[in-house]
């Protein structure tokens, strides 16, 4: 595993050298394109339609998770993720229906998904990077495309580039 100044060293080259950019162009789907004609935006708007049917819940996403994961206990989740047993049993019933996006890098970096996992996980809730990003955003996508989940060097990385810090303070 690489020790922080290499990583520090990393994610500057990543910022400069607009590794974000590579990341969001690996995540492209096929891009929706509308021509001028009326069948064509019928047609994509019955496709984003049926996209919003599909949209699964938090807990339903929780869940599937953790059996593919094989995790047995969700308190290793809620604790790595720190998330209160409160609002992560919010979680679970469906209280909380959209999530925060800080929520969902938590639960991503907890569950230690991959950058498409992660990005399939925020299009969910209609959230994704995009190239407006913010710097705390770009460094997150760092850390998950890099799968280097320490929830403490997150927090230390951020903290040096002088960004909210995810992991310090539980929901």
Request: proline share 1%; with cysteine; aromatic share 12%.
């Amino acid at each position: 595993m690489l020790n922080v100044d290499e990583i520090r060293d990393h994610l500057e080259s990543y910022l400069i050298y607009d590794g974000f950019s590579k990341i969001l162009q690996s995540l492209k789907s096929e891009s929706c394109i509308f021509y001028n004609n009326l069948d064509s935006i019928r047609r994509e708007l019955t496709i984003s339609k049926e996209k919003l049917k599909k949209r699964k819940t938090i807990a339903e996403i929780i869940n599937e998770l953790m059996i593919e994961k094989g995790i047995e206990k969700p308190s290793y989740i809620y604790e790595k993720a720190v998330i209160s047993r409160d609002y992560w049993s919010k979680l679970i019933s469906n209280k909380i229906k959209e999530p925060s996006l800080k929520v969902l890098y938590k639960l991503a970096i907890a569950f230690e998904l991959t950058i498409e996992e992660t990005n399939s996980l925020l299009s969910n809730f209609n959230r994704a990077f995009s190239t407006d990003s913010s710097m705390f955003d770009q460094i997150i996508a760092y850390f998950i495309n890099e799968k280097i989940y320490s929830t403490e060097l997150i927090d230390q990385i951020l903290d040096e580039f002088e960004e909210e810090t995810l992991f310090s303070i539980a929901n």
